[in-house]
């Protein structure tokens, strides 16, 4: 139903409302082209040099890319040091209305 991601909208802005980081992992060209307001990005080939830092921000993490398949890598990876992290899928699904 979602795709390669199982965030649903309801899970995405109760991430966002806690204040949870939203971490874009498409390349810097995708990045530079278009991306949500306030969020970071990590490629995800450089997801594990950033364990660390992804860890001092304290936050809870919403992944996103193009179609969630990327963010999906770096969800199971991140899982394993214990970072709260759901898949938000495309970055367009972060982008809040106001």
């Keep these: 139903m979602f795709g390669f991601f ?3 909208v309801a ?3 109760a991430y966002l409302k806690k204040g949870a980081v ?3 992992v498409r390349t810097p060209m995708e990045y530079n082209q278009a991306h949500a307001p306030g969020s970071e990005l990590i490629p995800l080939d450089a997801i594990p040099q ?3 830092r992804i860890q001092e921000m304290n ?3 919403i992944l996103v890319c193009r179609t969630g398949a990327r963010a999906g890598s770096a969800k199971r990876f991140l899982q394993r ?3 709260d992290v759901i898949n938000g899928g ?3 699904a972060v982008v ?3």
């Design 81 to 83: 040091f214990g970072i």
């Design 96 to 98: 809040q209305e106001s």
């Design 11 to 13: 899970k995405i802005d």
């Design 22 to 24: 939203v971490i874009d």
């Design 50 to 52: 950033n364990v660390a």
């Design 6 to 8: 199982e965030g649903d």
């Design 90 to 92: 495309a970055w367009q």
């Design 59 to 61: 936050k809870a993490v």
